[in-house]
């Protein structure tokens, strides 16, 4: 009997081999990897440097308003002084919008102190909301924050140079002499930073002069 050989197996395609083989995987290239991770840190850093600078906004009292109220530098009508002013020269605004009684005090504190050959010499006295703003965006500049500016200058809301209730003598001169006599005429000194700033305290005429404050920034009228 004749034996019938096995068929062989059919021979496979190549359109059939094509479809059985499994496709490759796609890489990500190695370079965009990179750049995806630069990226990444890059925000990163931007957004915790953002929330630093927002936190220390936050955290400084009393943001000043540094917007001019016109155009044109500050000068006489704004309360900037010319050499030499006294507190008798009441053609000046910086004096002359000085309030009554601290003007007054000040007028005979002077007439008494110039018998010792003392003059009160004015630096500065009444400022515009304008002249004081740029007062503080120098001081900014200065001292680097707004914070340090803070000791030195407040803002055109809080200073009482604004509301014509403090005035700048110069001269150690005539500091050194309220120092000793300004008491008596309820003329204080009131930041232990600034010793020319003499402010009208009239309860210092039977009690003395109040405790002074640091600078201003321990001043309570600067947190309005």
Same mark, same amino acid.
């Given at each position: ?10 021979? %496979?395609?190549?359109?059939?081999? #094509? ?5 490759? #995987? +796609? ?19 931007l957004l915790a440097r953002r929330a630093a600078k927002s936190a220390l906004s936050s955290a400084a009292p009393n943001p000043p308003d540094l917007h001019s109220e016109g155009p044109g530098p500050v000068g006489g009508a704004d309360g900037v002084v010319p050499g030499g002013t006294t507190v008798f020269d009441g053609?000046?605004?910086?004096? %002359?919008?000085? =309030? ?7 007028? #005979?504190?002077?007439?008494?102190? /110039? ?8 630096? /500065?006295?009444?400022? /515009? ?8 965006? *120098?001081?900014?500049?200065? $001292?680097?924050? &707004? ?15 604004? /509301?014509? !209730? ?6 150690? &001169? %005539?500091?050194?002499?309220?120092? !000793?006599?300004? %008491?008596?005429?309820?003329? @204080?000194?009131? $930041?232990?930073? *600034?010793?020319?700033?003499? !402010? ?8 003395? @002069?109040? +405790? ?5 920034? !321990? =001043?309570? +009228?600067?947190?309005?």
């Amino acid at each position: 009997m004749t034996r019938t050989p096995p068929s062989a197996p059919p021979s %496979a395609t190549p359109s059939a081999i #094509r479809a059985t083989r499994t496709p490759p #995987r +796609r890489r990500v290239p190695r370079l965009l990897v990179v750049v995806l991770l630069v990226g990444l840190a890059v925000l990163a850093a931007l957004l915790a440097r953002r929330a630093a600078k927002s936190a220390l906004s936050s955290a400084a009292p009393n943001p000043p308003d540094l917007h001019s109220e016109g155009p044109g530098p500050v000068g006489g009508a704004d309360g900037v002084v010319p050499g030499g002013t006294t507190v008798f020269d009441g053609a000046v605004p910086a004096v %002359a919008n000085l =309030d009554a009684d601290l003007l007054d005090a000040l007028r #005979r504190a002077a007439r008494a102190a /110039s018998g010792d050959g003392v003059v009160f010499q004015v630096n /500065s006295g009444w400022r /515009s909301p304008r002249y004081q703003n740029q007062l503080l965006r *120098e001081a900014v500049s200065t $001292y680097g924050t &707004a914070a340090e500016a803070a000791r030195w200058v407040a803002t055109a809301k809080t200073s009482p140079h604004v /509301s014509g !209730e403090a005035v700048d003598l110069g001269r150690s &001169a %005539a500091t050194a002499w309220l120092s !000793e006599h300004g %008491a008596a005429y309820g003329l @204080c000194r009131i $930041y232990q930073n *600034e010793p020319w700033h003499y !402010e009208l305290r009239t309860e210092a005429i039977d009690h003395g @002069c109040p +405790r002074r404050y640091a600078d201003p920034t !321990e =001043d309570p +009228r600067m947190r309005q």
